[in-house]
């Protein structure tokens, strides 16, 4: 099961309500996960938490927020898969044992949760899910009955292997921890009379906070009584950030491991017409993911940024019946051409990343039947290979239409005059982050941990060694 997920925590000095700022943080980070919402604080004596399906002002009103007493407090969203869509499975998870309660918020995909699993039933622990998150939670609990905080934390890394941003609460504390190789992002920030620790920087933006840093990988951070202390746990040789937060996950507005998204994404935009020059009319993005790199791919060209694609924005979730006419309307209700400003006209059509081709083929019909003479399609992300099996949700192998066609084959099968994907270089490069520190593993099949079937990369630690 996948977990894309957006995590935020809240710790005030005072008795500051932290219900409203979570759930403000969480409207940030929505597009991390719309599939579920919750809220869990802590007033000092007692735990309260609220979650349900849905997106946040579904889940959460007025009244609600008010009733969520506490200090200090974590909140959570969940993305859209196709399994594992129970309440149950709706976090902050809460687990009570003999010296308290833990509420604990995860982002992220563990790659041996079915081993630590079993073994934890074995020894007679009961779940009430299935999501990885209730494997973190019981092991920590398990050392937290005889080991201090940071004893159990470093025993908690040494055991999981995957991708992990963590925050939780033990008791009123806020703890924030990041898995080794920093693979999902989380940073903190101050706020008026407290701090903040998120997935993405926009949600400290949008408690007026400042950003104070990224957590860094094999950290942990407590927040308690106004002021943080920082444990570096572990350290890696090497970190190994999801290039595909920078490609598509991310929110341009937010700075993840020190670079800016929004400018990543511009100098994606720049190289991929220094790598793949074309001759056109206009340059249209795929709105909204292909936005940023159609101005830098613009910028760099000469060539004029116009839209030729319009989103609606409040499609939601929609049934469309079988059937080839559906399925257009179905493209339809989603992207709208606008006419004039294709027709008779040679496009270069700019998108974050193609996974298996389907939204690709269709708008390319849309546009072409909206009277387009060529779309030259070029592709933020190099050509996608292997699944992601910490945290993206993707596609299996089968699924990826790059792991089975050359450029040239995708090429047909969408439509395109033409087709240029950014090499892996060309997008290491726009980022700015060395290579050696970044997870390729969707690029490259080569991934940062050891995962059965697969190739694991020499120069980076494997988690299992801690
Ligand atoms: P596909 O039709 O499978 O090629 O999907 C490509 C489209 O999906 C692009 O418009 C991307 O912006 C978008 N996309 C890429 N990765 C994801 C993801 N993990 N979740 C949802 N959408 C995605």
New binding site residues.
Partial sequence: MHE?CGVVGVSFKKESPAALSIYYALYALQHRGQESAGITVHDGVQVRTLKGMGLVPDVFNRGDIQKLKGHVGIGHVR?STTGGSRIENCQPLLVSFKSGTIAIAHNGNLVNSRDLRTELEKEGRIFLSDSDTEVIAHLLVKELMHNSLEDSVKELIRRLIGSYSLVFLVDNRLVAVRDPLGIKPLCIGRIDNGFVVASESAAIDILSGQLIRDVVPGEMIIFSNGSYESHQLVKSRNAAHCV?EY???ARPDSIIDGELVYNTRMRIGSTLFEEHPVKANIVSP?PD??ITYAIGFSKKSGIDYMEGLMKNRYIGRTFIMPGQDMRETAVRLKLNTIKPNIEGKSIVLV????????????IIDLMRKSGTKEVHMRVG?PPIISP?YLG????TRE?L?AAHKSVKGVEALINADSLGYISIDGLVKSIGIPEDDLCLGCLTGIYPVEIPGERCGKRQLKLSEF
Avoid at 392 to 395: P, T
């Fill in positions: 894309e993305y595909f490609i598509y996950f795929v993911s292909g998108e974050d990343s193609i996974v298996r081709g389907t939204t690709s083929r269709r992300s992601c993206i949700d993707m596609a699924e239409i």
